[in-house]
């Protein structure tokens, strides 16, 4: 047997093998649905819900139904509601092994993102959503291409702040290193020369007593 579930927090419909359903609680797999595993906690989480439909013989019959609930209303007394309706008509396919992969993971990646929106306010959408750049008209590859921009020259004005930084220090540096040079040479040759003029006092004097001596 089979039931059409309503998950209450996520607000979307599914089908689902009727013991996954008990207690206003539905089990949601990793595998296909068609496989009937056996819910546990290893491969299952559970989901608040409640049945739209019951004891349906297999799962065609219930697709088909719940194609024509979405279509003429059939679980009105359910309260499946139009906007529920509207969600699940597009999720629809058929009976194939790689379809029904495909919805599956589809109903998993919805309720995934569904649920950490609840708990993490809208901004999830930026995320998990790509219809949000539809929906704003680009607005956010826009905001995201302005901000870059204004990083890059942030990152550049900064990376130019730096370079400007460390050529006035090394100019620094070597200007006060080779003034210090200059002056220290300038010392040096102003020693040499005094010390040469004593050499030439000291000879000169010298050379007087030599002659002085031998006269």
Avoid at 10 to 31: Q, R, S, T, Y
Avoid at 111 to 129: A, C, P, R, V
Avoid at 134 to 161: A, P, W, Y
């Amino acid at each position: 047997m089979w039931t059409i579930v309503c998950f209450i927090e996520e607000d979307c419909v599914e089908i689902v093998p009727a013991f996954w359903f008990k207690n206003g609680l539905c089990v949601w797999p990793k595998k296909n649905v068609n496989q009937r595993t056996n819910p546990n906690d290893n491969e299952f989480n559970y989901y608040k819900a409640r049945a739209l439909s019951k004891d349906i013989e297999s799962l065609q019959v219930a697709r088909s139904r719940l194609v024509r609930a979405e279509d003429t209303s059939e679980l009105s007394s359910y309260d499946f509601d139009k906007s529920t309706r509207r969600k699940r008509h597009q999720k629809h396919i058929s009976s194939d092994d790689e379809s029904e992969r495909d919805y599956q993971m589809k109903s998993l990646n919805s309720k995934t993102k569904k649920k950490k929106d609840s708990k993490h306010g809208n901004s999830s959408q930026f995320i998990l959503d790509p219809s949000v750049f539809q929906n704003n008209d680009g607005k956010f590859i826009l905001d995201i291409f302005i901000l870059k921009e204004k990083l890059i020259k942030t990152v550049t004005k900064s990376k130019n702040s730096i370079k400007n930084q460390i050529k006035l220090l090394y100019r620094y540096i070597f200007t006060d290193t080779f003034h210090q040079l200059i002056r220290t040479i300038s010392n040096l040759r102003f020693e040499i020369r005094e010390l040469a003029k004593k050499m030439d006092t000291m000879d000169q004097r010298l050379t007087k007593k030599i002659v002085n001596t031998a006269s």
